[in-house]
């Protein structure tokens, strides 16, 4: 076990080493500092306390960040874990340091294996913090590396847990900032933990074939290293084998054996230009035979997270493939450090360049109108997938999800582009607008004044999250009605599917606190919500699903309690009963009737009735899909048996629905034939559907089912009616 001051000279040597420029009293007094205030508290290992964040600040001097970066690894955790407060560290060091120390504090309460909705709290607290100051991510990185690297103190379920979490989101996000370095050994360490056998296997081999692969390496770079020095690059060359988890997954996509596996050689070529560059490109393939298809030049077109080589795959006389990256001392420093790299150059300065951030803000742009689940689904496509890079007309690059469709690149450039969109040119070849896309397409967006906006099928299509969030966001204006017709129909289907009553969401008492359950001040919103995709049925139904069985026990227990059907099986008590509305209801006399408007019954439908609280008893057919399972216990005490009354007719409000294949004059057939029946007519209106279709909807009053009946066969006769159906409102 190391000490601190074992600890504490490694911090201070690094630091001397990679930032010469630091002012060490500054140093000293925050370890000073956090030493007192960690004094006595021990790490799981039973080390003090204070060995953490002398190594987070090793590390972060490693990255080559400044000052205030060291100042605040070392008192990273005293807010969190002391009784150090915000305004001592402003005080006592700086604001921007308190900041640091503040916006790692709120990261490290950040537990990304809780809820999927705190889930997505904590994730948008982390980009938020980046935006401001990425620095407050670096130092959380080096944080969990250190804890990485002493993971095996952990318990066993611990340990399961943070590798997961690490290799969700630290790992993705170190490779998204370009860190591979650090990259890499999260993601060894994680599968260390989550797959032992499968990492001692890769392990084990590779020890077992160390000389035989460092003698390959040796060949290999001696023959490039000749070459260069013969025709005067100053180059460095070596190679390694690829990190364990890197083969790992070479294993499970090939589906092969460490054994079958041959690319696991890299090489570097690290030289002082440019052009020297491309010169080493051109002797490594008039030494080696190229690999068609397996040459990237990220020179010219850089990944998002700045990292810039030149990618070769080439075999050689033994017939082996290996992989050559070329790139200069600068784009070296990059690709190991990403992001962090910057500071060296600022000497301390802590401000990025806007662009290098621009797409932590279009990850925050993305949050807005976006259900936990699919933000943190999309945000792993976004920022951890690999990407595709793809030109406009003029020569502008575009960087995109791997995936991607001409939809993702047209949002990309603009919503209003998007929104515009009629179609797409691949390659100055009209394209579908679901093609994917590849590296180095040149793509044109084709737009039209009279678009009628995005399609509802384009969110099924779209890659990028950015493209779905502002599709989403143009159904959400311009298209609300629309929306809630949608959202309702799925929102309903849902509840039966699942067995659930429609009528429960109707309850004056439950109804408020199901929507508080839902974020929603009214079941039109939420509808709405579900019809432009921030929320799906499935999810909204499963958020109030246990309210509402619950609420339904209550119910029922209550119907036992004073039970409304004395004698269930006697037709004599129906028939003693007075009518109301035309309906008459077992053991209960004079209550309030209403007609379900979900399924408006008429005299001659078989019927059944609710007793509802406040509303007296809801007469529905007993084929409505909300009477559908009346019979079971949860259910039963609450439906009783009715009938219609012998008595003189009188009209009743009912709702057919009308399939038609579109044509002109429709309406006014279907209008006329409702005239010629002598039925009054309360509301009759219509819309067109996609391919060709249209339906009609008709609320008219009838005295029966038999009148009912023939109103329906006339409607069928009409030229183009197709079908017909009675309304589900």
Known sequence: METFEEHYASMRATILKCMPYVDMDLIDRAVDYANAKHKNQLRKDGSP???????????????????????????HDCIEDTDASHDDIDKLFSPTVAELVEGVTKLTRANFSSSEQAQMENLRKMFMAMSKDIRVVLIKIADRLHNMRTMQYQSPAKQVIKCRETMDVYAPLAHR????????????????????????????????????????????????????????????????????????????TQGKTIDELYDLYAFRVIVDTIPDCYNVLGHI????????????DYISTPKPNMYQSLHTTVIGSQGIPFEVQIRTWDMHETAEYGIA?????????????????????????????????????????????????VFTPKGRIVSLPAGSTPIDFAYAIH??????????????????????????????????????????????????????????????????????????????????????????????????????????????????????????????????????????????????????????????????????????????????????????????????GFITKGFGVSVHRCDCPNAANRDLPIQAPRWVRVRWANQEEQPFETTLELDCITRDGLLLDIATAMTTARVRVKELNGKDLPGGRSVFTIRFEVKNVAELDAIRNKLLNIRDVVGSRRGQN
């Open 49 to 75: 306390y204070i060995i953490h964040p002398l190594a987070v600040a090793e590390i972060v001097a490693e990255m080559g960040l400044d000052t205030d970066a060291i100042l605040g690894a070392l008192l």
């Open 177 to 252: 900032l370009g860190m591979q370095k650090i990259k890499w050994e999260l993601e060894d360490t994680s599968l260390r933990y989550l797959n032992p056998d499968d990492y001692n296997t890769i392990q084990e081999h590779l020890s077992a074939h160390k000389e035989q692969d460092q003698a390959f390496m040796n060949t290999i770079q001696q023959r490039i290293t000749e070459r260069l020095q013969a025709v005067g690059i100053q180059n460095t060359t070596y190679g390694r084998i690829k990190h364990i988890y890197s083969i790992y997954r070479k294993m499970q």
């Open 285 to 296: 393939h008039d030494l080696f035979n190229l690999v068609p298809g397996r040459f990237k």
């Open 341 to 389: 790299a910057h500071w060296k150059y600022k000497q301390g300065s802590g401000s990025g360049e806007e662009k290098d951030f621009e797409w932590v803000r279009r990850l925050l742009e993305s949050q807005q109108d976006t259900d936990a689940e699919d933000y943190v689904q999309s945000l792993k496509i976004d920022m951890f997938d690999d990407e595709v890079f």
């Open 415 to 608: 919503s209003g582009v998007g929104n515009a969109m009629v179609g797409a040119k691949v390659n100055n070849r009209i394209a579908n607008i679901d093609m994917t896309l590849k590296n180095g397409d040149i793509v044109e967006v084709l737009t039209s004044k009279n678009a009628k906006g995005p399609s509802r099928d384009w969110l099924n299509i779209c890659k990028s999250n950015q493209a779905r969030t502002k599709i989403k966001q143009w159904f959400k204006k311009e298209k609300r009605e629309e929306n809630v017709i949608h959202g309702r129909a799925s929102f309903e289907g849902e509840m039966r599917r699942v067995g659930l009553p429609l009528s429960i969401t109707l309850d004056p008492e439950l109804a408020p606190q199901l929507l508080k359950k839902l974020s929603f001040d009214n079941w039109e919103d939420m509808y709405a919500a579900i019809g432009y995709g921030g929320l799906t049925a499935v999810k909204a139904v499963g958020r109030i699903r246990d309210d509402i069985n619950k609420a339904l026990k209550v119910q029922a227990n209550e119907k036992m309690q004073h039970p409304l059907r004395i004698n269930p099986d006697s037709e004599a008590v129906l028939q003693n009963r007075h009518a109301v509305n035309g309906v008459i209801v077992e053991d209960i006399d004079s209550c309030m009737i209403k007609f379900a408007k979900c399924c408006t019954p008429v005299p001659g439908d078989a019927i059944v």
